[in-house]
């Protein structure tokens, strides 16, 4: 839990913001948006003029938040895969593994899991083969990754980053899964309908480290910005924590500031940007 701020000494943690990290489902877009505010990019574009860094921190993948940022795709960072992947400039910064005979066991329960449905997260596309073909649609028309139909799900040509178990109307038994595989992988929720899990130890935090290791920023200097299980850790470990307002509970507990909207902080940010530039 952050230690609980005066709106003065938030404004002066926010002068000082080198790089914002955002989640994107349930934070940047709300009641279940799958495409960003008129005037978002616009705001995000305010802030690099004025110097601040801009990552997307998701359980997306690459592509399709490249398309969601589309006026401003080359000028931002992405965290992708809740931290198994993550890119700036176009380049790699790192992309984590999982064991492969965990990974195929992990396939293996949620493939037998009634309703359950799979999604292998490669470095730059979904692989699927769905039970029911409106989950196939669902991925490629509503989420609108970039998916691949394979035959055999159990053979991908990719090594695995992200195992995700979709569940629509809700994922049923999240302890469950905990409780078999939490001690071997990072088990989290991603939304309603999805659960994650990562190579042991991965999530948004341990990839916002390396990311700020690679721009030599420090923690101090960053800002997270969440809603949900999978920014836990991200959240605890910058120096400035926001929630939305419609964030979990014990998410909210975490954050140093809370939000309506996440462009409604972004114009904070710029107006407190352009008052030190009025008096300098």
């Not at 991603?190 to 420090?218: C, H, Q, T, Y």
């Not at 809603?227 to 307002?245: F, I, P, Q, Y």
Request: proline share 1%.
């Amino acid at each position: 839990m952050q230690t609980k701020l005066s709106e003065q000494e938030i404004d002066e943690k926010l002068k000082n913001i080198k790089l914002i990290a955002s989640d994107l489902d349930g934070t940047l877009l709300l009641n279940g948006a799958q495409d960003l505010n008129a005037d978002t990019c616009s705001l995000i574009r305010a802030l690099i003029d004025k110097g601040i860094i801009f990552f997307a921190a998701s359980g997306r993948q690459y592509t399709n938040l490249q398309r969601l940022f589309a006026p401003i795709a080359d000028d931002i960072g992405y965290l992708c895969e809740n931290g198994a992947v993550s890119f700036w400039k176009g380049k790699r910064i790192h992309k984590e593994v999982m064991d492969k005979a965990l990974a195929q066991e992990l396939i293996r329960d949620i493939w037998n899991t009634d309703g359950g449905e799979v999604l292998l997260s490669g470095e730059m596309v979904s692989y699927l083969k769905p039970k029911k073909s409106e989950y196939f649609y669902h991925m490629r028309d509503v989420v609108k990754n970039d998916v691949v139909l394979v035959d055999d799900i159990f053979n991908t040509p990719e090594e695995y980053m992200k195992i995700s178990l979709y569940e629509k109307g809700g994922v049923k038994n999240e302890q469950l899964w905990q409780e078999r595989f939490g001690s071997r992988c990072t088990v989290v929720t991603g939304g309603r309908d999805w659960l994650d899990m990562m190579p042991k130890g991965v999530n948004k935090a341990s990839a916002l480290k390396k990311i700020l290791a690679e721009l030599n920023i420090s923690a101090e200097q960053c800002l997270a910005i969440g809603d949900n299980d999978n920014d836990r850790e991200m959240l605890k470990m910058v120096g400035l924590a926001s929630s939305v307002v419609s964030a979990k509970s014990e998410i909210r507990s975490l954050a140093a500031i809370e939000t309506d909207t996440v462009e409604n902080l972004f114009r904070r940010i710029l107006n407190l940007r352009d008052k030190e530039s009025k008096i300098a």
